[in-house]
Nanobody, 123 residues
């Protein structure tokens, strides 16, 4: 079993930055693809970014491309999401997910999910 715990959310003004962390426990996720997703009030969960187990492949939603960067530190069993130039429309609960199949993460499917961290961007 893998437990994922997100942290780093908070309240920030538009144009500001936050770095989210997703720490894995229970077993190493170095062979897992990892992804970040978000869900705003009244909306469905949407894909934000993902990263392959090696870290060589990354993919971003068009809405965050050029502003967000996903990375991973296998030694710390942690995945990060650096968010810059934040906009009010980025306000959501952000979740991380893990799966052994990169294609599943890319489709929003994951074997393991965290509990989420709130990001609020004020205008």
């Amino acid at each position: 079993q893998v437990q994922l715990v997100e942290s780093g959310g908070g309240l920030v003004q538009a144009g500001g930055s936050l770095r989210l962390s997703c720490a894995a426990a229970g077993r190493t996720v170095s062979s897992y693809a990892m992804g970040w997703f978000r869900q705003a009030p009244g909306k469905e969960r949407e894909f934000v970014a993902d990263i392959s187990w090696s870290g060589y492949s990354t993919y971003y939603a068009d809405s965050v491309k050029g502003r967000f960067t996903i990375s991973r530190d296998s030694g710390k069993n942690t995945v990060y999401l650096q968010m810059n130039s934040l906009k009010p429309e980025d306000t959501a609960v952000y979740y991380c997910a893990a799966d052994e199949d990169y294609r599943r993460i890319n489709r929003g499917i994951g074997d393991y999910w965290g509990q989420g961290t709130q990001v609020t961007v004020s205008s």
